[in-house]
């Protein structure tokens, strides 16, 4: 098992609100800084690191059943304290993961995958999703685009 620390950005991670696009998982990228890019360089999993325009960060998930049909586990989430978080985990919550490397094989392919263990929440920004009622506000408010 390993734990790396970072912002982090995608969280979907709830037990009962998995990534539902393609195949279903709770997923979640950490964004890197030297020590944690380390982390993962001694893990032999460097070739995971990918970058956007916020820099370079690491995708982790953990697929809803195995490829048998069974059901996993879902992910530990936590705050600082121990206690269940309940609320999504927001872009820019900075979070510690824990993770273990799971070798796989199928279809005569064979990789290696980050499996998500657990998210404990450090400084947690609370997702917000917009709906798109917004734009009707600026309307009514008569605010210019």
């Not at 944690?36 to 956007?52: A, P, S, Y």
């Not at 048998?68 to 919550?93: A, F, H, L, M």
Request: aromatic share 8%; glycine share 8%.
């Amino acid at each position: 098992m390993a734990v790396i620390q970072g912002k982090v950005c995608w969280a979907s991670v709830m037990a009962d609100r998995p990534n539902t696009n393609f195949t279903p998982k709770w997923e979640i990228n950490v964004y890197l800084d030297s020590k944690n890019k380390k982390i993962l360089k001694d893990l032999g999993v460097e070739d995971k690191i990918k970058t956007d325009d916020q820099g370079e960060y690491v995708k982790i998930y953990r697929p809803v059943e195995t490829s048998t049909g069974k059901q996993r586990r879902p992910p530990v989430v936590i705050d600082k304290n121990g206690q269940p978080v309940t609320e999504d985990i927001g872009n820019g919550s900075l979070c510690a993961v824990q993770f273990r490397v799971d070798e796989w094989e199928f279809n005569k392919k064979t990789g290696v995958r980050l499996d998500l263990q657990g998210v404990m929440v450090l400084d947690h920004i609370v997702y917000n999703g917009k709906d798109g009622s917004e734009l009707m506000e600026l309307i009514e408010d008569n605010e210019p685009f």
